[in-house]
């Protein structure tokens, strides 16, 4: 099977701009989409998020999230670093929705529960089918976000840190090379 499909800046584009169609579900669907390709978080540590994760004891948004091992690929705790820009968006939600109960799921369900790692999947397959982007699936936000972080230079190592990844051969499967990444290399000659 070939690999998660790295998005441009207009295919996000056109992805977010497919979310805030989905009515009552768009800031749901808005910050699931946002959490994969600004934090680099797999489907299944999305769907596992509770409140209580990404706020602190006064309710406000951390700026890391510390997964347990229960909620992570590998069974190995890590920690999500969460950019201002995402912290805002995760305010944003939680604004917009009543909860009192800081142990529930942060990305509710319908049903309001828990999604399941494998339901969370499909719902990224849904959203990148609706904005045409067939070869896009639940990874395409960690490999973007990864290959975003790479084309501005940031050390393998760092990645290899961000993503939760024990070998650095496999963060370096994520990054995709491309033509402005090497056209801003020879610039450094």
Avoid: C
């Avoid at 441009?8 to 584009?13: G, L, Q, R, T, V």
């Avoid at 979310?19 to 978080?41: F, K, Y």
């Avoid at 917009?96 to 319908?110: A, V, Y």
Wanted: hydrophobic share 40%; charged share 25%.
């Amino acid at each position: 099977m070939s690999q998660a499909k790295v998005l441009s800046e207009a295919e996000m584009k056109r992805v977010l701009a497919v979310v805030a169609q989905h009515g009552i579900l768009s800031t749901r669907n808005r910050l699931a989409v946002l959490l994969s390709h600004w934090a680099g978080m797999r489907a299944g540590e999305i769907a596992a998020l509770k409140i209580m994760d990404v706020v602190n004891e006064g309710g406000a948004v951390r700026d890391r999230v510390h997964l347990a091992a229960t909620q992570t690929k590998g069974k190995r705790g890590r920690t999500v670093f969460i950019n201002t820009k995402l912290q805002r968006e995760i305010a944003r939600y939680l604004e917009q929705r009543e909860w009192t109960d800081e142990r529930k799921p942060l990305i509710r369900s319908q049903k309001g529960g828990h999604f399941s790692p494998t339901t969370m999947v499909m719902l990224f397959r849904r959203i990148y089918d609706e904005a045409g982007l067939s070869d896009a699936r639940s990874h395409s936000g960690r490999r973007s976000y990864l290959t975003t972080l790479a084309n501005k230079g940031v050390s393998v190592f760092v990645l290899q840190q961000l993503a939760g990844h024990q070998s650095i051969q496999t963060t370096q499967r994520y990054v995709t090379v491309n033509e402005e990444m090497m056209v801003k290399a020879a610039e450094l000659a």
